[in-house]
T-cell receptor, first 112, second 110 residues
């Protein structure tokens, strides 16, 4: 797979705390995405980026923010974590529009 | 935005049989339709994709068909093997907004 590293791999946090997930890629792909995966819902797009400092909302963006200050890094922040944000979070990269996505290994986040 | 529906949610077949998974989409501007396979505890990985200017694509035991008029596309797996057991996701992409179906859990019984 394209060199995509997500950190942390697992995290347990308390309701109301801020959480930041990191996605790092070494492939110089222009596009980066954050998805969450929940049973019965497949993969739902949270936010995506089409270049440094260029981001846009996906279908489930409420309660999340993102930043991309460098091509290789895409950060997802839960401003005040809630139990409904317990999920598996996948980062993905894409070399160009309408091409295959390369996924990271995922982050299991539990909000208690 | 795009809405992708996928059926069935679970599918069980006997080894050697064929499996078919169907998806519909809502946005007529969608022009890229990938299929991903996800094994338990692993990341999704692309198995085949098709673009809107093509009606069918085949790769060994896997084929995908696209009907743009009806806005549906299907994954066909022939001669299924136990290692085909996984969750399969379809997706449709329009203006870099890639939406996924809810997934189909395929079980191939030996």
């Amino acid at each position: 797979d394209a060199g995509i590293t997500q950190s942390p791999r697992h995290k347990v946090t308390e309701t109301g705390t801020p959480v930041t997930l990191r996605c790092h890629q070494t492939e110089n792909h222009r596009y980066m995405y954050w998805y969450r995966q929940d049973p019965g819902h497949g993969l739902r797009l949270i936010h995506y980026s089409y270049g440094v400092k260029d981001t846009d909302k996906g279908e489930v963006s409420d309660g999340y923010s993102v930043s991309r200050s460098k091509t290789e890094d895409f950060l997802l922040t839960l401003e005040s974590a809630t139990s409904s944000q317990t999920s598996v979070y996948f980062c993905a990269t894409q070399r160009d529009r309408d091409e295959k996505l390369f996924f990271g290994s995922g982050t299991q986040l539990s909000v208690l | 935005g795009e809405n992708v529906e996928q059926h069935p949610s679970t599918l069980s077949v006997q080894e050697g049989d064929s499996a078919v998974i169907k998806c519909t989409y809502s946005d007529s501007a969608s022009n890229y339709f990938p299929w991903y396979k996800q094994e338990l505890g692993k990341r999704p990985q692309l198995i085949i994709d098709i673009r809107s200017n093509v009606g069918e694509k085949k790769d060994q035991r896997i084929a995908v068909t696209l009907n743009k008029t009806a806005k549906h596309f299907s994954l066909h797996i022939t001669e299924t093997q136990p290692e085909d057991s996984a969750v399969y996701f379809c997706a449709a992409s329009s203006n870099n907004d890639m939406r996924f179906g809810a997934g189909t859990r395929l079980t191939v019984k030996p």
